[in-house]
C-alpha cells in the first residue's frame, strides 16, 4: 500500500486533502510530532496485534502505553505484537506507516482507544514512515471503521 492508496481511500470522506507528505522521516512517535508541530501525545499510533492467523488494530495516542491486563480483559488473549515483516504482509503498511485504513485486508479489526478522547484533533501516519493526517477523532473512528472505542492503555492519564 501507499500514501496514494491512503488518499484515494481518505477521499470517500473528502480528508485525502489534509495528508501531508514530509521531506523528513515521522516514523516514531517523536519525529512524526516534530514534523507536524504538536506534542508527542497527539500523535496516533497504531500497533499491530496477533489474533489467529491474522491481526488487529489499536489506535491510541502517542503516549499511551499498552496495559497487558486490561487488554486480556477485553480481547480475551495475551498482547503479542507482530513482527515488522507480519504487519506489513498483514496490514499492506511498512512499520512507521501503519495507519488503520487502506488496509490490505478489509477484515482487520480496528479499534481506537480512549486515550485519544482528550485531543480536538489526532495525526495518523498514512501509509508511509514520512506521511501524516489531521484527524479529529470522530473521523478517524470513522475512517478507520473502527469497531469501538475501547480502554487498554495506561501511562496517559493525569495522576
Avoid at 25 to 31: D, K, N, P, R, Y
Avoid at 58 to 76: E, L, R
Avoid at 113 to 130: I, L
Wanted: net charge negative.
Amino acid at each position: 500500500m501507499s500514501v496514494e492508496e491512503v488518499k484515494i481511500y481518505l477521499s470517500k470522506w473528502n480528508l485525502h486533502k489534509g495528508v501531508m507528505e514530509m521531506s523528513s522521516s515521522s516514523a516514531t512517535v517523536e519525529l512524526a510530532a516534530e514534523a507536524v508541530g504538536v506534542i508527542p501525545a497527539r500523535i496516533a499510533k497504531t500497533l499491530s496485534f496477533k489474533q489467529g492467523e491474522s491481526c488487529l488494530l489499536i489506535v491510541t495516542a502517542g503516549d499511551a502505553k499498552i496495559d497487558n491486563s486490561k487488554f486480556k480483559s477485553v480481547f480475551g488473549m495475551k498482547a503479542k505484537m507482530l513482527s515488522a515483516d507480519e504487519v506489513e504482509t498483514l496490514t499492506g503498511h511498512p512499520v512507521g506507516g501503519v495507519c488503520p485504513f487502506a488496509l490490505k485486508h478489509p477484515d482487520i479489526q480496528v479499534y481506537t482507544d480512549t486515550s485519544m478522547k482528550r485531543f480536538e484533533t489526532v495525526y495518523p501516519a498514512c501509509g508511509s514512515g514520512n506521511s501524516a493526517v489531521e484527524l479529529t477523532c470522530d473521523e478517524l473512528f470513522t475512517v478507520s471503521q473502527s469497531r469501538g472505542w475501547i480502554d487498554v492503555c495506561k501511562g496517559w492519564q493525569v495522576e
